[in-house]
T-cell receptor, first 113, second 115 residues
Framework: GDSVTQMEGPVTLSEEAFLTINCTYTATGYPSLFWYVQYPGEGLQLLLK?????DKGSNKGFEATYRKETTSFHLEKGSVQVSDSAVYFC????????????FGTGTRLTIIP | GAGVSQSPSNKVTEKGKDVELRCDPI?????LYWYRQRLGQGLEFLIYFQGNSAPDKSGLPSDRFSAERTGESVSTLTIQRTQQEDSAVYLCASSLEADSSLGYTFGSGTRLTVV
């Protein structure tokens, strides 16, 4: 079945550091890929997405590129801020008319000033 | 409303009791989803509704779990005869249509603790 594996946290970085959170997936066919973010005290919200190979999703300075050859969708940001502290979830949709998302376990990110 | 609202935010119950968890989706969102997250695990799909019908109930872990939706609005997830392994955060999400590429809007969840 479909699965998503993302790097375990917690991850702690200093402000303005470069961020990478790894995500790899297993799926049949050509899934759509997503990153969701959960800020403290809030619900999960969609951060970015990519629906086909080589697409790059971007939002709020974050980027992720759909790499079919390595089945990966790593999340990156060049210079993190304290306000980026949150839990990040990688997810996929298998696009076979099955509208449920398969999520990774989440990575807690803490940015220190 | 402005977002997806879930109640209660926290629930502690004794093993064997029944619990009801409520979700108010964003007005006009036809699709509604229930997930749960156990400690240290990813989000686990439970059920989704398109309108008031549930095309996919495959994720419900046992017949102790049931869900309904009325008026294409509020949904209730009911867990009967709760067990300790039911302890988790139960998340509700909604979207305009049952198309995951649109992205879901999640509520803040109900943290259920079975003692």
């Amino acid at each position: 079945g479909d699965s998503v594996t993302q790097m375990e946290g917690p991850v702690t970085l200093s402000e303005e550091a470069f961020l990478t959170i790894n995500c790899t997936y297993t799926a049949t066919g050509y899934p759509s890929l997503f990153w969701y973010v959960q800020y403290p005290g809030e619900g999960l919200q969609l951060l970015l997405k990519a629906t086909k190979a080589d697409d790059k999703g971007s939002n709020k300075g974050f980027e992720a590129t759909y790499r079919k050859e390595t089945t990966s969708f790593h999340l990156e940001k060049g210079s993190v801020q304290v306000s980026d502290s949150a839990v990040y979830f990688c997810a996929l949709s298998d696009n076979f008319g099955n509208e449920k998302l398969t999520f990774g376990t989440g990575t807690r990110l803490t940015i220190i000033p | 409303g402005a977002g997806v609202s879930q109640s209660p935010s926290n629930k502690v119950t004794e093993k064997g009791k029944d619990v009801e968890l409520r979700c108010d989706p964003i007005s006009g969102h036809t699709a509604l989803y229930w997930y749960r997250q156990r400690l240290g695990q990813g989000l686990e799909f439970l059920i989704y509704f398109q309108g008031n019908s549930a095309p996919d109930k495959s994720g419900l872990p046992s017949d102790r779990f049931s869900a309904e939706r009325t008026g294409e609005s509020v949904s209730t997830l009911t867990i009967q005869r709760t067990q300790q392994e039911d302890s988790a955060v139960y998340l509700c999400a909604s979207s305009l249509e049952a198309d995951s590429s649109l992205g879901y809007t999640f509520g803040s969840g109900t943290r259920l603790t079975v003692v």
